[in-house]
């Protein structure tokens, strides 16, 4: 009991990490899906209130006419709220007196309503006063700021609204978050979702493609090459990796610039200047492709050529003196004990690779147009980064949803078609 | 086919490892490459194999100057210490490998791979893999392998290093038969005398990079060139004694032996006696003390200190009734006495 307590002790930092930096992200992130949150709604709830500017889309909504004309005229209401207000700041007899001649009148402008308190027995002489005095009344919903439902549908009522309009004037009037399935549906109506699946499954078939093999190719090439120069030319190949990505990025966009490297040196030719990542999405994909397969090549280059230095030296030499060239040595006895490296950087490069978009991000924002959007890509445009200014949170959400699942369902994919139990268990390489 | 290396060196960037080195091996020769970790076998062998380049010197297979052929067309066979299976192929896979780079048909393949494992007595076990086969059955499938493309020569790295006892003797007789079955031309690289005497035609002792003493197992045991070839062949092994050559031998403070005939130096020199030389059986002649006794079920090992220094070993039929601290009187065999000088050489 105690060691397990112990163990646990040991195991917290690990499961708090976990906890808030896993299942919390991926937790909230199916909250936000199921919401229309966005800027403008904010995350923390909301108020009742319609504005000047909104009284265009309620004509458009199902209100009737006479209570959109209601709100709009409303003016000035001589209600039991106001009075006391009145009382409050004038005097008890000026209310009693408006209250018993006035109570549940209009006024459709505050000039009428100000003529009333002048003609009081016991008048408000002061112009200033009358206006504030006015002010106490004024019943319009219109640009009026309610905490509640209920403080809002009151209003609705003291302006004499119809109460069949009232449950949709409140829906219309909610300025926070609700929940929804509509992410959903929407996303399911939307084009550019399979755009955005098409290309993701594009840019990472060919990115592994070109990360696998091009990882082979080097670790292999540089496996028969002698010591000193193997080194130098895995070093070279690294550095991709160990650069801070904005910087690689940065390089690249100089040499793919319109004034760059590749237009200069194309220029000699009479190549007409243009920006050769960004030109067309066949330059843009390729720009991609490369950037991205150079940074996952490295790694792969690493893994397989540490895991060809683990295959003994005899097995080679054995090969050797049985005939084999170079190539049949590579296709007969390296590659086949590869397998497990091969197949996990395989699956590693596909999750990581369907999740990540910080190089495209850094290198062509998605474009030209939204030719290399990918779908995490997209979905950080919608929830984080939107040229319109209204981040749609939950949109944002859902897209990411979307992902978790693939990653999940892949996951399992893997785990299964490769045994993953097995190769973890058995020795990869047998004497 | 005869196998012949000429003023063989071999350097590792400034370290020569051989130098000058000569080896002929005769056709249908067994050969044994003997010497201790570190003499330069293992090197000699890789370089025969063709997987080092040679540093100077040349390699021939019959008439062919292979010194600067690739050793994937060498047509030698190697079989390795650790074996060197392919763990991701079948044994048969395994045994036709040397057939399927050469793109040779799958008919053709199958059927050599049939006789050679008829040949090695693994017919049955030819979908395994390696890590199904117990070490000898691997050595078995190994042994196919370098012999499936009828090599010129056939090389054999420790073979037997990795072996417990009972299978070690099993094999030891098991490649001495396919060798002799099949006439090629091997080499034996080993550090075990037992090995080396018990399956080679000729054994070539290696000391660092050179060969001490190139002959037949029986006459390298019989006839040392050294003191150091006297010392690494026999099990148990020999005993050295220092002496004193004058009328007689004189050995330590007080003890004499006969001179054996043809001894013809005075002064100090070595004497190197083997236990079977030394016991009862040979008379009596010189005193000691037994201090050590090491039963072996047939047989049992008795050191005797002798009177005056020096430690004599004996091997005696188990049943003889020698208990530590017995004092003894035993006799030496005398024409079989070797005698070195203080260098090492025999004299």
């Known amino acids: 009991m105690k060691t397990r307590l112990l163990a646990f002790g040991f195991l917290s930092p690990a499961l708090i990490a976990v906890f808030f930096f896993f299942l919390l992200p991926v937790l909230l992130t199916v909250v936000f899906a ?226 760059g490297f590749i237009a200069t040196v194309a220029g000699w030719f009479g190549a007409p200047q243009q920006n050769w990542m960004l030109h067309t999405s066949t330059h843009a994909w390729t720009a991609v492709i490369l950037i991205n397969g150079f940074v996952g090549a490295s790694l792969g280059m690493i893994l397989f050529s540490s895991a060809i230095k683990a295959i003994p030296t005899s097995m080679l030499y054995a090969s050797e003196v049985d005939g084999a060239n170079r190539w049949q040595q590579v296709r007969y006895i390296i590659l086949p004990q590869m397998r497990w490296p091969i197949l996990f950087m395989t699956s590693y490069q596909t999750l990581s690779l369907l999740t990540s978009f910080e190089y495209i991000l850094l290198a062509t924002d998605g474009g030209p147009g939204r030719s290399t959007e990918v779908w995490a890509l997209a979905a950080y445009h919608t929830a984080l980064n939107n040229y319109g200014g209204n981040l749609q949170y939950g949109l944002g959400a859902a897209y990411a949803l979307a992902l978790v699942f693939i990653g999940i369902a892949l996951s399992i994919l893997y785990l299964r078609f490769f045994n993953f139990k097995e190769l973890l268990s058995k020795p990869r390489i047998e004497q | 086919m005869e196998l012949r290396l000429e003023k063989f060196t071999k350097a590792f960037g400034p370290v020569t490892v051989i130098q000058d080195m000569d080896l002929t091996v005769g056709s249908g020769e067994m050969m044994a490459l003997l010497g201790p970790s570190g003499c330069g076998k293992s090197t000699t062998l890789f370089a025969i194999c063709g997987i080092h380049k040679m540093t100077g010197g040349r390699l021939y297979f019959g008439d062919r100057d292979v010194t600067s052929v690739p050793a994937q067309q060498r047509s030698v066979g190697v079989v390795f210490q650790n074996y060197a299976l392919y763990p991701h192929m079948t044994a048969e896979q395994n045994i036709g490998f040397p057939l399927k780079v050469m793109r040779q048909p799958k008919a053709e393949i199958a059927k050599e791979v049939q006789r050679l494992a008829d040949l090695v007595q693994i017919g049955d076990l030819l979908d395994r893999r390696p890590a199904q086969l117990s070490g000898g059955q691997q050595q078995r499938v190994a042994l196919a392998r370098a012999m499936i493309r009828k090599p ?73 060139a050294s003191q150091f070839v006297a010392g690494f062949l026999g099990n148990p092994p020999i005993s050295f004694l220092p002496a004193r050559a004058g009328e007689q031998l004189a050995i330590g403070q007080s003890q004499v032996l006969p001179r054996p005939a043809g001894l013809e130096v005075q002064g100090d020199i070595v004497l190197g006696i083997r236990p079977e030389h030394f016991g009862p059986q040979h008379g009596q002649g010189l005193h000691g003390e037994v201090i050590f006794v090491e039963p072996q079920g047939r047989e049992e090992l008795v050191d005797v200190q002798l009177d005056g220094g020096g430690i004599l070993r004996a091997i005696l039929p188990t049943g003889d009734p020698v208990k530590l601290g017995d004092r003894v009187n035993w006799g030496v065999s005398g024409g079989n006495i070797l005698a070195f000088s203080t260098e090492g050489v025999r004299l």
């Open chain 1, 34 to 259: 199921f919401t229309n949150m966005s800027t403008s709604t904010g995350i923390m709830g909301g108020a009742y209130q319609i504005n000047e500017t909104q009284m265009g889309s309620l004509r458009d909504t199902e209100v009737s006419p006479e209570s959109i004309e209601k709100l709009e005229g409303a003016g000035y209401l001589i209600s039991e709220a106001g009075l006391a207000a009145l009382a409050e700041e004038f005097g008890e007899d000026t209310a009693e007196e408006l209250r018993d001649d006035y109570l549940g009148e209009t006024f459709a402008a505050r000039r009428d309503l100000e003529r009333v308190l002048r003609n009081l027995d016991d008048p408000i002489r002061n112009t200033r006063d009358r206006k504030a005095a006015a002010d106490l009344f004024v019943s319009t919903v219109i640009g009026e700021r309610f905490d509640t439902a209920e403080d809002f549908r009151a209003a609705l009522v003291e302006t004499g609204i119809d109460p069949a309009d009232h449950d949709l004037l409140t829906e219309f009037a909610y300025t926070g978050w609700t929940w929804t399935t509509a992410n959903f549906s929407l996303l399911a109506e939307l084009p550019s979702t399979m755009r955005y699946a098409s290309n993701t499954a594009f840019y990472v078939v060919c990115t592994l493609t070109f990360n696998i093999l091009f990882g082979l190719f080097l670790a292999i090439s540089t496996f028969y090459l002698p010591g000193r120069l193997a080194n130098t030319f895995r070093a070279i190949w690294f550095l991709p990796r160990i650069l801070p990505p904005v910087l690689y990025v940065l390089m690249w966009n100089w040499f793919t610039w319109d004034r």
């Open chain 2, 152 to 224: 010129d020569v056939l090389l054999l790295d420790e073979p037997l290093a990795n072996l417990d006892a009972k299978l070690r003797l099993e094999m030891r007789a098991e490649i001495r038969r396919i060798q002799r079955e099949t006439g090629i031309t091997a080499i034996l690289v080993t550090h075990d005398q037992v090995e080396a005497m018990s399956m080679c035609d000729r054994i070539a002792l290696m000391r660092d990079g050179k060969i001490v003493q190139l002959d037949t197992p029986e006459r390298m045991y019989a006839d040392p």
